[in-house]
């Protein structure tokens, strides 16, 4: 029988390791009760402060499952709800999305509970897109028994080969002794330092075996551990300090260029309170949008490939970059030699010693805790009094803001995908949590959307993953029960994980699912028009017989709407959103919208490409652009 965690005991919101030290004080109340394995994986993650779970049955997780529903059945919380509900979606892959939604969206680890063979293996994307986006999640996988391992038993793979180079860790658990460690020492190695995926290969008989309860312990990860120290040790001294404020104090034109690394260390507020005290405008990557509020003065909002022409003319003009959590990857610096080229300095912030000077030299650089180090650095200039004058910066901020726009053709019959972005945002006021698959219709959500608050945006950044949007709508409503959640779409990315639909009316979440359709893939399209003579190899043959709207309804939405007059889209959009229950609209778009900006493979920022509707300071045709390079 499992045993209820009593409700003043602390549940672990933080560092495993600092979970660690409290064990050490205080003795867990179900020490020394005898267990399955199976139950103490449940305990551990209740321990852990689980409240979710995503994942598909099969024979090989079958224990851990029926330990999960025992669980559940035995600790109801007071209004009848489970305290750890088991979500089950279409495919396992959806199950790695959604735990990347939660994630994303609550800042804790999400939890896959997956089968032995092609339930492991078909969570190999999600796991590594979690990796490419330093998002923290636990994948269990079920096992076939130890000694079956290695004789090609029934829906066995080979977790740790499959997994292991995609994966942040894998452990495989053979000796039962260590499976307390191995849970526990998953959700550190997951949650601290650069987050990532964890993933438990968890035999059968491992699952079945009984033994005693030790309620405490962590593997020795001493390698791993030291540099995690390391990092957490590694303050920013005075000296440091002061040479940064002389870098900024010799500046005329400073930048911050923010990456995902401000969110997932939780160091937005600190970034804010730096960029306000000391007057240095903020420009974000695709990843991380939200580490400023959009919509302040200060604030350029997203640059790079498809960034604002205003945040890439000013990395242009910079003479000063502050990297904070960001990679200088390729979306963002595809030819580094061109990126920030006005640049006397750049200094460079990372919780990851590989990625400093791995891109583009810098001439500064700290290894760290960003929240920490944020936070010194604040304090230091408060302290030292140092008050620069940007004054003459803010004013060229402002008027890139305002000569270079984002702008599209509004006198058209034909529904604009960006005025349908624009009529949400005027409605949820930049507080609502966007996800989204990937595409153009990726692109404008990051463009035309306000993002207020940190954790608001959810999409697939560094791998680029078709049918991320709607599993992680799921995962993050779950995560946000209480706030708005809509999953921007296109018709060629939910096809990938269209089954999600049927999760979302079966768990009754009020999510809002919106697919612009224009009836193909059409970020690939616009590329082979641009650079291949229009020729639309597999881009345009396969879109067009879906109906949404019926399978929308098959699948159990009330409300499932087709829009496809202009006259009709405030009105429309307004009765999606105020929809009570899951709410599903698909709107018909012009086919020939495209996305600009657009900076061409082998180009730099002042050589981007507009269109017609937004200005640039160099006219960039597609004979400028290199075409072999598809993205």
């Keep these: 029988m499992l045993l209820q965690w009593p409700r003043n005991w602390p549940t672990l919101r933080g560092s495993s390791s600092e979970f660690g030290l409290i064990m050490n004080q205080a003795t867990h109340p179900l020490k020394g009760k005898m267990m399955a394995g199976a139950e103490m994986v449940v305990q551990i993650l209740a321990d852990q402060g689980v409240d979710v779970i995503f994942g ?46 939660y994630a994303r969206a609550s800042g804790e680890v999400g939890v896959v509970m997956v089968t032995s063979g092609p339930g492991a293996t078909n969570t190999v994307t999600p796991v590594r897109d979690c990796m490419a986006d330093s998002t923290p999640i636990v994948v269990i996988c079920g096992q076939v028994p130890t000694q079956a391992i290695g004789t090609d038993a029934f829906q066995e793979a080979p977790v740790n080969s499959c997994l292991g180079s995609v994966a942040k860790h894998t452990f495989l658990v053979t000796d039962p002794e260590k499976l307390e460690s191995t849970l526990r020492t998953a959700f550190e190695i997951a949650r601290t330092g650069r ?45 440091k300090c002061a040479s940064f404020f002389g870098m900024l104090q010799a500046s005329k034109r400073p930048l911050i260029y923010a990456g995902g690394g401000v969110i997932n260390g939780n160091a937005a507020e600190e970034l804010r309170m730096l960029s306000d005290k000391f007057g240095i405008p903020v420009t974000t990557t695709l990843m991380g949008i939200g580490a400023v509020d959009t919509t302040l003065p200060l604030s350029l909002h997203m640059l790079g490939m498809h960034g604002l022409a205003s945040a890439n003319y ?86 890139l803001k305002k000569t270079y ?95 999600e639909l ?97 900076v061409g493979p082998g180009l730099s920022y002042d050589q981007m490409i507009t269109g017609d509707y937004i200005p640039n300071r160099v006219k960039t045709t597609k004979e400028d652009i290199d075409g072999s390079s598809m993205f």
């Excluded at 309620?215 to 000296?239: E, S």
């Excluded at 597999?538 to 949404?548: I, P, V």
């Design 405 to 499: 726009a984002l702008n599209y053709d509004r006198e058209s019959e034909l529904i604009q995908p960006y005025a349908v972005i624009e009529a949400i945002n005027d409605i949820t006021g930049g507080d609502a949590i966007i996800s989204t698959g990937v595409g153009q219709h990726q692109m404008w959500a990051a463009q035309y959307f306000d993002y207020k608050h940190p954790r608001l945006w959810l999409t697939s950044g560094s791998m680029g993953t078709m049918g991320f949007g709607l599993p992680a709508a799921i995962g993050a409503q779950f995560a946000a029960q209480d706030h708005l959640v809509i999953d921007i779409d296109g018709d060629a990315s939910i096809r990938m994980n269209i089954g």
């Design 56 to 101: 598909y049955s099969g024979g090989a997780i079958l224990p851990t499952y029926d330990a999960v529903f025992r669980y559940n059945a035995e600790h109801l919380n007071e209004d009848g709800s489970e305290p750890m509900p088991l979500i089950v979606p279409a495919n396992e892959q959806g199950a790695g999305f959604m735990a990347a939604g």
């Design 195 to 239: 987050p990532g995926p964890v993933v438990i290969d968890l035999p059968k008989d491992v699952q079945n075996w009984t033994g005693t309860f030790r309620g405490t312990g962590l593997l020795p990860i001493p390698g791993y551990r030291q540099r995690l120290y390391a990092a957490r040790d590694n303050l920013l001294d005075d000296r």
């Design 314 to 399: 000013a990395v242009e003009d910079c003479d000063f970059l502050i990297a904070l959590g960001a990679r200088f990857d390729d979306r963002v610096a595809g030819v580094p030699d061109k990126f920030a080229p006005r640049a006397r300095r750049i200094a460079q912030f990372d919780i990851d010693p590989s990625e400093i000077d791995k891109v583009k030299t810098v001439d500064w650089s700290h290894v760290g805790v960003l929240k920490q180090d944020l936070q010194a650095l604040y304090e230091y200039g408060v302290k030292h009094r140092i008050e620069p004058d940007f004054s003459e910066w803010h004013e060229e901020i402002a008027e």
């Design 502 to 598: 049927e999760t979302a009316t079966t768990y009754d979440l009020p999510v809002k699912v919106l697919v612009m359709n224009n009836f193909g893939d059409g970020m690939v399209r616009q590329w082979q028009k641009l650079f291949y003579g229009g020729r639309l190899s597999a881009s345009d043959k396969s879109l067009h017989r879906k109906d949404f709207i019926k399978t929308a309804q098959a699948d159990g939405f009330e409300y499932a709407v087709r829009l496809d007059e202009r006259k009709d889209l405030e009105t429309v959009v307004r009765e999606w959103l105020d929809f009570p229950g899951p709410a599903f609209l698909e709107v018909i778009i012009d086919r020939e919208a495209v996305v600009y900006p657009m």
